[in-house]
């Protein structure tokens, strides 16, 4: 996979506010990788707009390595990438837009839980910045 979030800064305590989501022994996620979060706690690829934030990998997640949980991120900085859809001010609230990318809010996302946290720098079309990922 590609454009995976790349740490800047764990926060919290312990660091990074680690918790573990269930998924299949067939799944892989690479460190890094947004997790989508499904019912009953269910980790899996971020794949479009609108998918709900579990966390940001914090292991790499191999297939068919019997592991039936993975732990996640969920409070830090992070570099992540914009999807190529438009130009999020500083401030404003990112929401996942596809495969490990990501915009900014629209409105009622606040409502449906889909805020994955706030830039913490104007993002340029399809560009890396910072964003404090708070879950």
Do not use: Q, W
């Amino acid at each position: 996979m590609a454009s995976e979030a790349v740490i800047i800064e764990l926060l919290g305590e312990p660091k990074g506010c680690p918790i573990e989501l269930v998924c299949a022994d067939v799944d892989a996620f690479p460190k890094g990788t947004i997790i989508k979060l499904a019912d009953d706690r269910t980790a899996s690829l971020s794949a479009a707009g609108g998918d709900v934030c579990g966390g940001i990998c914090a292991m790499e997640k191999v297939t068919l390595d019997g592991s039936l949980r993975v732990s996640v991120y969920t409070n830090g900085i992070f570099d992540l990438k914009e999807s190529n859809t438009g130009t999020p001010a500083v401030g404003t609230g990112i929401i996942i837009n596809g495969a490990n990318l990501v915009t900014g809010e629209s409105a009622g996302d606040a409502e449906l839980g889909k805020i994955m946290g706030h830039a913490l720098a104007s993002f340029a079309k399809a560009g890396t910045e910072a964003v404090r990922v708070l879950l």
